[in-house]
């Protein structure tokens, strides 16, 4: 079982930046892929960027140059750098990660980018 704990959400005027962290802990033998998705209000969620265990990262073209994910494997956790953040980026980024072909999800941090 793999639980997953966001943070670093919050309210950000369109141009500024945040910074996302998930933690995973648990009893878990190896996590592969972790990654964030974004799910704006009133619609899917979506993926935005996830890099695999040992390769290189992708991303939602709606974020290419503006967003970096990137992970530290000792502490099994992710993180988001997001900059140049526009209106539409607003929604709940949920944390993803895979382990033994199964999905975990965390519960989700609320980024508003409004002025």
């Known amino acids: 079982q793999v639980q997953l704990v966001e943070s670093g959400g919050g309210l950000v005027q369109p141009g500024g930046s945040l910074r996302l962290s998930c933690a995973a802990s648990?009893?878990?033998?190896?996590?592969?892929?972790m990654g964030w998705y974004h799910q704006a209000p009133g619609k899917q969620r979506e993926l935005v960027a996830a890099?695999?265990?040992?390769?290189?990262?992708n991303y939602a073209d709606s974020v290419k140059g503006r967003f970096t994910v990137s992970r530290d494997y000792a502490k099994n956790t992710v993180y988001l750098q997001m900059n140049s953040l526009k209106s539409e980026d607003t929604g709940v980024y949920y944390c993803?990660?895979?382990?033994?072909?199964?999905?975990?999800w965390g519960k989700g941090t609320l980024v508003t980018v409004s002025s």
């Open positions: 993803n990660a895979q382990e033994r072909g199964r999905d975990y």
């Open positions: 648990g009893r878990f033998f190896v996590i592969s892929d």
């Open positions: 890099i695999p265990r040992g390769g290189s990262p």
